[in-house]
C-alpha cells in the first residue's frame, strides 16, 4: 500500500525535485519569481516537518517494536508488529510525504511551463522587434523618397517659374519689336 519504502527514499526523490524548482524559479520573470520562492519555501518547511515525524514514527516503531518483543513477543502475533496506533501515524506520515511530494512535482510542472510560456513570449518579441525593425527602415526609406520627390518637384516649380518669366520676357520683347515695326512701317511713313 505504501509508495515509497520505509525509508528516506521518498524525501531524497522531493528534496532533487525542490532543487530542480529552485534552479528554474532563477530563470522565471523576477515578479512570478518571488511567489515560486515562496511556495519552495513552503514546501521545504513540510517536507523537513515530514521527514521529522517520520523519523520520529520510524524510531517510536524500532522502540516499540524492541519493546514489545521483550515483553509479549508472543501476544502480538509477530516479532516486531508495531502497536497500531504508531502505524497510523506512520502511514499518515507516508501519506502526507506523497503529498507533498505531488505537490512540489505539481510545482515543479507549473514552472516548467512557465519557464516555456515565457521562452515562446521572448520568441514572439524577437519576431515583432525584427518586423519592427523592417518597418522603421521601411519608413526611413518612404521618408528619403519624399524627401528626394519633394527636392524635385521645387526644382521643378522653381523652373517652371523660371521658364514663365523668360516666356513673359520674349514676349515682351516680340511685342516691343512688333511694336517698332509697326512704327516703322505704318507711323513713320506717314508723319514724312
Do not use: W
Amino acid at each position: 500500500q505504501l509508495a515509497c519504502p520505509l525509508d528516506l527514499g521518498c524525501h531524497s526523490v522531493a528534496e532533487e525535485d525542490l532543487r530542480h524548482m529552485e534552479i528554474e524559479a532563477h530563470s522565471v520573470q523576477a515578479n512570478k519569481r518571488e511567489q515560486l520562492k515562496l511556495r519552495l519555501n513552503n514546501y521545504k518547511k513540510d517536507l523537513e516537518g515530514s521527514r521529522r515525524e517520520f523519523r520520529r514514527l520510524k524510531t517510536e516503531l524500532s522502540q516499540g517494536a524492541a519493546r514489545g518483543e521483550l515483553l509479549d513477543g508472543a501476544q502480538s502475533g509477530s516479532p516486531g508488529a508495531a502497536p497500531s496506533d504508531q502505524r497510523s501515524r506512520l502511514l499518515a506520515s507516508t501519506d502526507k510525504l506523497q503529498t507533498t511530494t505531488t505537490r512540489v512535482r505539481d510545482a515543479n510542472r507549473i514552472a516548467y511551463e512557465t519557464e516555456q510560456i515565457g521562452a515562446d513570449i521572448l520568441v514572439n518579441l524577437d519576431e515583432q522587434g525584427k518586423k519592427l525593425r523592417d518597418v522603421r527602415d521601411g519608413v526611413q526609406e518612404t521618408d528619403s523618397n519624399i524627401s528626394r520627390a519633394r527636392r524635385l518637384i521645387t526644382v521643378m516649380s522653381r523652373r517652371a517659374v523660371t521658364n514663365k518669366i523668360i516666356l513673359g520676357l520674349i514676349i515682351l520683347v516680340l511685342l516691343a519689336v512688333i511694336g517698332l515695326i509697326v512704327y516703322y512701317k505704318l507711323i513713320k511713313p506717314k508723319i514724312q
